[in-house]
């Protein structure tokens, strides 16, 4: 994927998915690569239509979210972009979870009842649902892992005030809500989740991706209960299966280890399950378009041009 220049463009960030751009300190140029990484490595193939999938299932959600919180997304100009005010984030991770699995069973297991300065209740197996959602922040490191971070001392470093942690507290769990509902509707049942929140002008805008298979966990609905009464693994709608390949492989992004050889066979069947989690979470059929970067950009141009129209 090339590197575009923009006119006005002030700056260039290259994600480990994602590649940003600044222009003139308004908008967001927001280009979903196909690039796919795990364990915080960028593995060494692209995965076709993938940027794609994660583009336009965010878009979708954005839009049926947008009666909750204002979002920064302006434009989708093309299959993979999305652009958008550029908002100061906050330098956290909204981070909720409707159920006990991933990170906060992990804790859990060893013996501890306290996440992020929250407390989870005795007696759940690992799946099973919280009493109520539970919110468990991170830091977002620019560099390295996010680590996990409690309210009070999101509050007590500045990283946002006691009233705007009520703000992104009530529209995160308004959002998951709003997120359960639409998995439902597709027969799945929204695991948890992140978000990422920023301001401008004083308002509190969603930014990023929204619900996606990259941000989120999915479990099928049909046999949840089947499952967790027989003690057996749940089916997830999720890139967990890549980790799964990898940990198979004997690569968990430490240091020493190789990344296994990806097959044509196996980078194909990772895009086809993309594709798959593209039409169970939609509920339509995936259409993939082929721009040339050429006509990628012309689109983006043709865009940041009514934007600033409307400025």
């Keep these: 994927m090339a590197q575009f220049q923009f006119p006005q463009q002030t700056s260039f960030y290259k994600g480990k998915v994602r590649d940003v751009y600044s222009v003139n300190e308004n908008w967001l140029v927001m280009v979903a690569s196909n690039r796919i990484s795990a364990f915080d490595v960028i593995l060494p193939r692209p995965i076709p239509?993938?940027?794609q999938v994660l583009n336009q299932i965010a878009a979708y959600m954005m839009e049926a979210t947008e009666d909750i919180c204002p979002n920064w997304l302006m434009?989708?100009?093309a299959p993979n972009v999305?652009?958008?005010?550029?908002c100061k984030p906050f330098r956290i991770e909204m981070v909720v979870r409707g159920n006990l699995t991933g990170h906060a069973?992990?804790?859990y297991s060893s013996g501890k009842r306290i996440l992020c300065g929250v407390p989870m209740p005795d007696g759940l197996k690992e799946n099973d649902y919280f009493p109520t959602p539970i919110i468990t922040p991170s830091t977002k490191a620019e560099a390295g892992h996010d680590e996990d971070i409690s309210k009070e001392e999101i509050i007590a470093q500045g990283l946002a005030t006691e009233k705007e942690w009520g703000i992104l507290e009530q529209y995160a769990l308004a959002l998951f809500a709003r997120g359960k509902e639409i998995a439902a509707e597709r027969g799945l049942i929204l695991v948890d989740t992140k978000y990422e929140f920023g301001s401008l002008d004083g308002q509190v805008y969603l930014m990023d991706e929204i619900h996606t298979p990259d941000s989120s966990r999915y479990f099928?609905?049909?046999g949840f209960?089947?499952?967790?009464?027989a003690g057996?693994?749940?089916k997830q709608l999720s890139k967990e299966f890549v980790r799964e390949w990898l940990i198979a492989n004997n690569f968990m992004g430490k240091e020493g280890q190789t990344v296994p050889e990806m097959t044509d066979e196996w980078v194909g069947t990772i895009s086809q399950r993309y594709i798959e989690l593209y039409e169970k979470v939609i509920g339509d059929?995936?259409?993939p378009e082929d721009l040339s970067d050429e006509e990628t950009e012309l689109k983006i141009l043709d865009s940041l041009h009514k934007l600033r129209a409307l400025n």
């Excluded at 209960?225 to 009464?229: F, G, N, T, V």
């Design 285 to 287: 059929k995936f259409i």
């Design 75 to 77: 434009d989708t100009p």
């Design 225 to 229: 209960e089947e499952r967790q009464a």
């Design 105 to 107: 069973w992990r804790t």
């Design 82 to 86: 999305s652009i958008g005010k550029k």
């Design 49 to 51: 239509y993938k940027g």
């Design 232 to 234: 057996e693994r749940q």
């Design 220 to 222: 099928y609905a049909d």
